[in-house]
């Protein structure tokens, strides 16, 4: 049974003037979209036809006369910005995180070229082909750049509080005290949470763990919006919160100013595998299960081939000056092999530049029982490790230790991106679900080293590893590579 609404005691705070940071930073990518586009398509058409009144010709059994370029170039620059409007690629559903931006902004410019070409095809209009290959992926690309421009300022507005959305949680105090941890650790994803309506509705007292005040009941919601100054209602899991009662939180939004989220109890799930399919009117969320098709395998085995070839084929100089630097700077190989478990719980031979002393693995003992990091049972971790050589803490600050690996990669038995290469012996601690990790080849680079590498607790390690392995995306192996340049050339050590 549902209790009856409670008062809320800030009842006295002015409610909140509506934020138009979402129309005002729409408004700024519009029109540095249109001054992007101006620039590249002009830029294109002066670059292949000079500064001269150049003319789109007609075929003769056409109705149309020739007309000049600079106003088919006028009309190309006011329908790729009509293209880019209609698949809402300035929605701040996409905005500031995730590739969805992108990718609305590469499917509108595709389109229009592909409508371009076929109205040119019906018409029997001979647009310069070279005209048009120069325009498009010189303006997808440019545009690219001028929205991650955009989207590192909003990054740094939305780490100092600002340009993101007020957020009022509704469900049980466990589940809203997870989401709010959540959404606190990536401010950049624009939600920042004001409070909270619990089925306890303990007024004037805070979600435990959080400094997020409870403004009342589930009931309260109306009111706690007020309070507030919410924008936006996330509602999480609560048997205390029928699906009528989401529906009524969802009739009492403002259209276009306030919005509902739901946050299901499913997590670390993305991408193509999450499918939302109406059902007697219920919006049922379908989650596959992950699969690997020989086709993705072949992709990312390409993928890492070619890759690392040229990898080695570029860095070759650099090998060779830290083998050498290895060589005379300590006793002992140059480089060290050590048993990890791979695809399938295979084991293979790992090789990395030694960085540390010969008996570095006889001293491990020792150092496991002098020190272990809290909340870490199965992953050994030392930031001043007294095996490691001169040489090797100046390698291992930048990875460069790991270069080796690249080699691996050409062998097969490693990838560029993927799980953190385990020892055997922590695969034995391993729980039943952990080893859903083996369906992918472990990589040199993965979410575990761009996340806090060496300083992640067990449990985030195994999340990113899992989250990898079940959303795994060439895109996405981009993105992590991108990133891992970033995280090496940042004073740390990795996770080893």
């Not at 919601?221 to 009524?248: C, H, M």
Request: hydrophobic residues 45%; proline residues 5%; aromatic residues 8%.
């Amino acid at each position: 049974m549902v209790s009856a609404p409670s008062s809320i005691s800030s009842s006295t705070r002015v409610p909140r003037a509506p934020d138009r940071w979402r129309q005002r930073y729409a408004r700024r990518i519009w029109i540095s979209d249109l001054l992007v586009l101006i620039w590249v398509v002009y830029g294109t058409q002066i670059a292949w036809f000079g500064l001269g009144n150049a003319q789109v010709s007609i075929r003769e059994d056409s109705r149309l006369s020739d007309f000049s370029y600079w106003l088919f170039s006028g009309g190309l620059v006011l329908g790729w910005m009509w293209v880019l409007s209609l698949i809402d690629s300035r929605s701040e559903r996409v905005i500031g995180n995730g590739n969805a931006e992108y990718k609305r902004v590469l499917d509108a410019s595709v389109r229009l070229f592909g409508i371009v070409a076929i109205i040119a095809f019906l018409l029997r209009v001979d647009v310069a082909r070279g005209f048009l290959l120069i325009s498009l992926p010189m303006g997808v690309l440019i545009l690219f750049v001028e929205r991650w421009l955009w989207r590192q300022w909003l990054i740094s507005q939305r780490l100092r509080g600002r340009y993101s959305a007020r957020v009022l949680l509704v469900g049980s105090e466990s589940t809203v005290a997870h989401l709010a941890r959540e959404l606190q650790r990536t401010p950049s994803a624009g939600y920042r949470v004001v409070g909270a309506c619990v089925p306890s509705g303990k007024v004037a007292s805070t979600i435990e763990g959080t400094e997020i005040p409870i403004m009342g009941n589930v009931n309260a919601v109306d009111r706690a919006l007020i309070a507030t100054g919410a924008d936006t209602v996330a509602v999480t899991s609560t048997d205390e919160l029928p699906p009528d009662k989401v529906k009524q939180i969802s009739w009492g939004l403002e259209a276009g100013k306030q919005h509902l989220v739901l946050a299901p109890s499913i997590i670390d799930i993305a991408g193509p595998r999450i499918q939302t399919r109406p059902v007697s009117g219920l919006p049922l969320i379908h989650v596959e299960t992950p699969r690997f098709s020989r086709g993705q395998r072949v992709v990312k085995r390409t993928v890492d081939l070619i890759a690392s070839l040229l990898g080695v084929i570029v860095i070759s100089p650099a090998l060779a000056f830290l083998a050498i630097s290895v060589r005379l700077s300590s006793d002992g190989p140059v480089f060290f092999r050590q048993t990890r478990v791979g695809l399938g719980g295979k084991e293979f031979s790992m090789i990395k530049f030694r960085s540390m002393v010969t008996n570095a693995e006889e001293l491990l003992a020792d150092l496991e029982k002098q020190q272990r990091d809290a909340g870490n049972e199965v992953l050994f971790k030392m930031k001043d490790d007294p095996r490691v050589t001169p040489i090797g803490r100046v390698m291992r600050k930048f990875s460069l230790d790991e270069l080796p690996q690249l080699f691996n990669v050409i062998g097969g038995s490693m990838s560029l991106v993927g799980p953190r290469p385990p020892l055997p012996k922590e695969v034995a601690l391993y729980a039943d679900h952990v080893h859903r990790r083996f369906l992918a080849k472990p990589g040199i680079t993965g979410l575990w080293q761009v996340s806090g590498r060496s300083t992640l607790s067990w449990e985030d390690s195994v999340r990113l590893d899992l989250s990898y392995v079940e959303n795994w995306s060439l895109v996405g192996d981009v993105v992590i590579l991108g990133k891992t340049a970033k995280a090496a050339l940042a004073p740390g050590e990795t996770a080893h």
